[in-house]
């Protein structure tokens, strides 16, 4: 039942449902979960802080494919949108605070996508302490999207995206939904311009029951530059991202609650799309302290 | 061309087999609550003598009961409550795992008042004031004996602990004590 019910999800919803699933959806029982809820607030910081990074990278990217926005007239497009994210070696291991007095005061050790944990030993006493194996494996994480993108007032479009997450009985709800405007500047540059340019103001949000919330703002200004079917398209923009985590340990003490900030802080985007009648296929990858992809099928005019 | 191998291969999976990168084995590091033996100095003559008789089992997690991989201690403290007079405080921490030997782990011995501080002197960094016992090294390969039993065979019984500790502070009429605290920390399967 479940290969079947898979088979008739779009393929970019399985990605992101499934891997909500692997991070927290399945968080009751689940082994990431019971490997985060080991953790008390002063060192779980360092073990999610890649997943509000990689995240964050994804949440903010595959917003648009051209910079191309009519000033007038109605324009309507659904596009299925899949981003990942890099996972490289720095999102693999942390620096963790050894206990109060030890020596070394610090050690290298696994976050939640690293390998198995390391210890430190404290060179006095012997003592020692270990962190914890990372719980995912895996070389990139994908995230994807329904994407609507409506207009134009005023060479303005407005863009929404989401994604319906099915429940899974006795797991947090998840969902995950986006809102956006973009602002044609080139439709001020003349009738003809050279190139289009377009700014956009983006906005989205992923909540897991309440335990984990993640959101992403992004602003920034877009290019696109058409070749018959072929349009070059790029961006640079700023970002924020944060993750707010909530749970109680599972050895007891102080409920946790803390917001992680995503290290990506500004990404460059460049892509192409084919634009074959009211088929867009695009492409595109996003540099940044993240690496990132998107892809995805367009369908509109 | 490696990213979109990997990207090919997990929409594979998402589409024959299901999204599963789960780590196994999966071990997580458990911060166990302390196992504290704490005593009143005696306003008499200034002694004291405290101890706790502890099941470790109980202090794992439900969620991780029988899968447990291994045990070790990473910090021992030694601390002074209450109001703290003036004047020395001395005395010995002893360990004993279920019926085996009992082991001096510790001593310790300074101003009351340099024991007040917030969580304790710890004998990871204690200046002196707490120094590791004759059974120190005992206690520690007995821990390094559990762990393995673990290792090997998480349904291993976890022995019970226990903790006494002794020795004489300032006669005075203030109530204070001493506390010494031994922490835990277990490895447990989260698969």
């Not at chain 1, 990605?15 to 990431?32: H, P, Q, Y």
């Not at chain 1, 956009?200 to 949000?205: A, D, E, K, M, V």
């Amino acid at each position: 039942m479940v290969k079947q019910s898979q088979f008739y999800f779009s393929i970019a919803a399985m990605v992101s449902a499934l891997t909500f699933g692997s991070l927290t959806a399945r968080a009751d029982d689940s082994s990431v979960d019971k490997a985060i809820k080991a953790f008390g607030e002063n060192q779980v910081r360092g073990y999610v802080q890649p997943v509000a990074d990689i995240f964050g990278a994804n949440m903010g990217a595959g917003w648009y494919r051209s910079a191309e926005i009519p000033t007038t007239g109605f324009n309507f497009s659904v596009d299925i949108v899949g981003m990942g994210a890099l996972v490289g070696d720095e999102q693999k291991t942390y620096t963790a605070a050894a206990p109060t007095g030890y020596n070394p005061s610090t050690f290298k050790t696994a976050t939640i996508f690293g390998g198995k944990g390391d210890s430190v030993v404290d060179n006095n006493t012997k003592l020692s302490y270990r962190g914890s194996d990372g719980a995912i494996n895996t070389s990139i994480v994908p995230l994807a999207a329904l994407q609507v993108n409506i207009g134009s007032i005023y060479g303005t479009q407005f863009m929404v995206r989401g994604l319906p997450i099915p429940s899974i009985s006795g797991s947090p709800k998840v969902s995950y939904w986006g809102a956006g405007v973009r602002h044609s500047i080139s439709q001020y540059l003349g009738d003809e311009p050279a190139v289009h340019l377009a700014m956009s103001l983006t906005y989205s949000r992923i909540s897991v029951g309440d335990i984990i919330t993640i959101t992403n703002f992004g602003f920034g200004p877009q290019i696109s530059k058409k070749f018959s079917i072929a349009e070059l398209y790029g961006g640079i923009g700023y970002e924020k991202s944060s993750m707010n985590i909530k749970y109680t340990p599972s050895a007891g003490g102080t409920p946790v609650d803390i917001t992680l900030d995503g290290v990506n802080k500004f990404r460059g985007t460049l892509g192409l799309v084919l634009n074959l009648a009211i088929l867009h296929i695009h492409a595109d990858a996003n540099f940044g302290s993240i690496t990132n992809f998107s892809a995805g099928l367009g369908f509109g005019f | 061309m490696k990213t979109k191998l990997a990207l090919a291969a997990c929409v594979v999976l998402l589409v024959t087999a299901g999204f599963d990168c789960i780590n196994s084995p999966l071990n997580v590091a458990l911060n166990l609550d302390p196992v504290a033996a704490c005593s009143t100095v005696s306003p008499g003559n200034g002694s004291f003598f405290g101890s706790t008789n502890v099941n470790l089992a109980t202090l794992i997690p439900s969620s991780f009961t029988n899968n447990l991989r291994g045990l070790r201690v990473y910090d021992i403290r030694v601390q002074a409550t209450g109001q703290y007079p003036n004047g020395v405080v001395s005395g010995q921490g002893f360990v004993r795992f279920g019926s085996d030997p009992e082991l001096q782990v510790l001593s310790f011995s300074g101003q009351y008042s340099a024991f007040g501080v917030e969580n304790g002197v710890s004998l990871l960094n204690s200046g002196g004031l707490v120094t590791a016992g004759p059974g120190f090294v005992a206690f520690m390969s007995r821990i390094a004996t559990i762990s393995a039993a673990l290792a090997s065979n998480s349904d291993t019984a976890l022995p019970s602990v226990t903790l006494r500790g002794t020795g004489s502070g300032p006669a005075n009429s203030q109530t204070f004590g001493v506390c010494i605290k031994i922490y835990f920390q277990a490895d447990a399967n989260a698969n």
